[in-house]
């Protein structure tokens, strides 16, 4: 029977392949390199996150855009909904002849706001699927190689020494085959488990959930996993990934917010018109900005539930995500308002050189 056994783990050894995707086969080429699961998810990350800076950047110059055509328009808007207090029919009509005179397209400005979020979803759902889909092959081909290695140290033990003898030489052989498939990173001991206090060893019912390999036997299980439950027992992680994650996000998106809200100051220092216009108008509540706050709460509380959640390998990437994300925001707005300033002086320059003639 356990001459059987390993013929067929030998053989599904053979059959199992890395998982075939897009996202797979760019982290196996960078693992090829690097040759240590931890630091091809970082490299990885902060290769896609540049790959993806044009994107942002595009993003970003175009909601400038936006919003100094809203600053152009505000005055306007405001004498408007002065002009015709109580009648939002008015307001509507006006508001919109307002937009098309200023050539300003509400949908327009959105547009690029939409397709990159659309594309950061996707590249976000996708990649955890393929994350998953990696963890899942590398915890089934580490218990393959785990159980062949028991059962060829147990089938070439049984002959010549006891049931017991053969079973204390399967489990050694076993701990010493792990020391070398085994794939941890840093701190965490297992990196296809979270970074938290979960156990670095499946149990049987656990591996056949995250692995769907059915074909493997309970009792078979156990017994091939027994001295690494008993050797390797504590907790994987110490939720630093998790708690970083959260701060992370959590910064990357105030960061975000500090930056916008010194730029509308600075626009409105220098704006005086819109300053005088809308002095005594009641103060309305931006709905980007409200949006942005509610952002700030939400997306780090995701960002710790699927750190909690799924491997450690997909909380390097979310956190070398969000710390790149940090990272290119400020510098691409910084140049986005250095452009937009060197324009800004072009123009008055110009402006004055007509008016002198």
């Not at 509507?92 to 547009?111: A, D, P, R, V, W």
């Not at 091939?224 to 939720?239: A, R």
Request: aromatic share 12%; hydrophobic share 45%.
């Amino acid at each position: 029977m356990a001459h059987l056994v390993n013929i067929l783990s030998n053989l599904l050894l053979t059959e199992l392949s890395w998982p075939t995707g897009f996202w797979e086969n760019i982290i196996s080429t960078f693992f090829n390199v690097i040759k240590d699961y931890g630091w091809t998810i970082v490299l990885f990350s902060i290769v896609l996150k540049i790959v993806l800076i044009p994107l942002d950047f595009y993003q970003r110059k175009s909601t400038l855009a936006s919003s100094k055509k809203q600053a152009i328009i505000a005055p306007e808007l405001a004498v408007l909904q002065k002009k015709y207090a109580g009648n939002k029919e008015m307001i509507n009509q006006k508001t919109m002849e307002l937009y098309k005179k200023h050539n300003y397209n509400i949908i327009g400005s959105c547009f690029s706001m939409l397709i990159t979020m659309a594309i950061t979803l996707t590249v976000f759902f996708t990649l955890f699927s393929s994350m998953n889909n990696i963890s899942q092959y590398k915890i089934e081909t580490q218990y393959r190689s785990l159980e062949t290695a028991y059962y060829d140290a147990y089938n070439s033990a049984i002959g010549s020494s006891t049931e017991e003898e053969a079973i204390a030489f399967a489990e050694n052989a076993v701990l010493e085959r792990y020391e070398d498939v085994k794939e941890g990173w840093l701190w965490i001991k297992n990196i296809w488990r979270p970074d938290t206090n979960a156990s670095i060893i499946l149990t049987y019912s656990k591996f056949i959930d995250v692995t769907k390999a059915d074909d493997i036997i309970e009792t078979n299980y156990t017994a091939v996993m027994k001295p690494l439950t008993e050797t390797q027992q504590g907790w994987n992680g110490y939720f630093i990934l998790v708690v970083l994650a959260g701060v992370i996000t959590f910064l990357s998106q105030k960061i975000n917010m500090n930056m916008q809200a010194k730029q509308n100051k600075k626009k409105n220092e220098n704006d005086k018109s819109v300053t005088t216009t809308l002095q005594n108008q009641k103060p309305e509540i931006d709905p980007a900005a409200s949006s942005a706050k509610i952002m700030m709460v939400i997306l780090p509380i995701m960002m710790i539930i699927f750190t909690l959640s799924y491997s450690g390998a997909f909380a390097l990437y979310i956190i070398t995500n969000s710390f790149t994300s940090a990272i290119s925001t400020f510098i691409i707005t910084k140049i986005i308002h250095k452009i937009d300033e060197k324009k800004e002086s072009k123009l008055k320059i110009s402006q004055k050189a007509e008016y002198s003639r």
